[in-house]
């Protein structure tokens, strides 16, 4: 499934708080994803033999590839999200500055997509492993009962 990007038509006005708070909520995810991350990756060293089987390993390259491209993105978007959090204080130091609160308006608009877009397909990635794993798990049962 290929995704194109999509630009923001309409972004409802935001305050510093309501930007502070999806900063924050963010974080918040992306800290989860990096857990959630070396968990698969565990996972996937508990199905190592089976997953490296020919009859599935051109899949598991794919998926084993995607996982480290996935957390390089999250590893990259914390650090954007991070520095974009530090830079809030241009909209609440109580100086009017029109152009870098614009500009940092535009930016949050801008990773409100491409944290939208990470999260979307990283949901298509995991439901990719855990397909996976799952129809290992129920073959090595139906293994074990024969």
Do not use: C
Request: charged fraction near 35%; charge should be negative.
């Amino acid at each position: 499934m290929k995704t194109t990007e999509t630009q923001l038509k309409y972004v409802e006005w935001l305050s510093a708080e309501d930007m502070h708070l999806m900063s924050k909520q963010w974080l918040s995810e992306l800290s989860f994803l990096k857990d959630e991350q070396l968990f698969f990756e565990d996972l996937i060293r508990k199905y190592i033999f089976e997953l490296i089987a020919p009859e599935q390993f051109k899949k598991t390259t794919k998926i084993v590839e995607s996982l480290s491209n996935s957390r390089k993105k999250t590893e990259e978007l914390t650090k954007i999200v991070e520095a974009h959090e530090r830079g809030l204080e241009v909209m609440v130091d109580g100086v009017d500055q029109v152009i870098e609160e614009e500009v940092y308006k535009n930016e949050h608009r801008r990773l409100i997509a491409k944290v939208s877009k990470f999260l979307n397909e990283y949901q298509d990635l995991k439901q990719t492993l855990f397909t996976t794993v799952k129809k290992i798990s129920k073959s090595e049962k139906k293994g074990l009962t024969e």
